[in-house]
C-alpha cells in the first residue's frame, strides 16, 4: 500500500512537471512566432519602401524633373508588383490644387485630405518629409493593398518649390507571396 501511495505521487509529481515543461516549450515556440512575425513586418516595410523609392523616383525625374530624396538600386523584378501612382500638388490646408495623370484624377482637384478619415494624417505627416504607410486596405479592385505617400518637390521657373506627395500601391498578398513571408491577418497594420 504504501508503495502504491508512494507511486501515485511520483507519477502525479512527473506529470506536474511535465505540464510545466509543455507550457514552457509552448510559450518558447509563441515568442518565436511573434519574434517572426516582427521580422517578416520590418522586412516587409523595407522592401516596399525601396521598391517605391526605386520606381516611383526614376519615373518622376525623368518625366516631370521631380525629385524624390532617396534614391536607390533596389530589385527591378519587384516592379511587376506595382499598381498606378498618382502625384498630388496640396496647398498647406491639405487641399488638391493639382494632380498628375489628370485622367482618371481631375475629380480629385479641390478635394480637401484633411477630411477623409484615413487620410488627414498625411497631410500632417508630409512636412517631415518621411514616407507614410498605409494599410493592408481593401482597394476598390478587391485587392489587400499597402499604400505608401512621400513628399515630392519641384522647382518652379521663378525658383520656388511647389511641395505634393506621390502614392504608391502595392498588392500586398503578391508582395508576400514573393518575399517568402506568411500571410498576416487582417487586423495586420504598418505604420
Not at 124 to 147: A, E, M
Request: overall charge negative.
Amino acid at each position: 500500500m504504501i508503495l502504491v501511495v508512494l507511486f501515485s505521487q511520483l507519477l502525479v509529481h512527473q506529470l506536474r512537471r511535465n505540464q510545466v515543461n509543455e507550457a514552457k516549450h509552448f510559450a518558447e515556440l509563441q515568442l518565436q512566432v511573434v519574434q517572426e512575425r516582427l521580422r517578416t513586418s520590418l522586412l516587409t516595410q523595407e522592401l516596399f519602401l525601396r521598391l517605391f523609392a526605386e520606381n516611383v523616383s526614376d519615373h518622376l525625374e525623368r518625366y516631370d524633373e521631380i525629385s524624390i530624396a532617396q534614391l536607390s538600386d533596389y530589385p527591378a523584378q519587384l516592379t511587376r508588383y506595382l499598381e498606378s501612382f498618382s502625384v498630388l500638388a496640396l496647398s498647406k490646408e491639405g487641399i488638391v490644387s493639382d494632380v498628375y495623370p489628370k485622367f482618371p484624377n481631375i475629380s480629385a482637384i479641390g478635394t480637401s485630405l484633411t477630411g477623409m478619415a484615413w487620410f488627414s494624417h498625411v497631410v500632417d505627416d508630409l512636412n517631415s518629409g518621411d514616407p507614410v504607410f498605409i494599410g493592408p486596405y481593401r482597394s476598390p479592385q478587391g485587392n489587400l493593398t499597402v499604400g505608401s505617400h512621400a513628399q515630392v518637390t519641384q522647382k518652379t521657373d521663378d525658383g520656388d518649390l511647389v511641395w505634393g506627395y506621390a502614392s504608391l500601391g502595392c498588392d500586398f498578398r503578391k508582395l508576400l507571396e514573393f518575399t517568402g513571408a506568411t500571410t498576416l491577418v487582417d487586423t495586420y497594420t504598418i505604420a
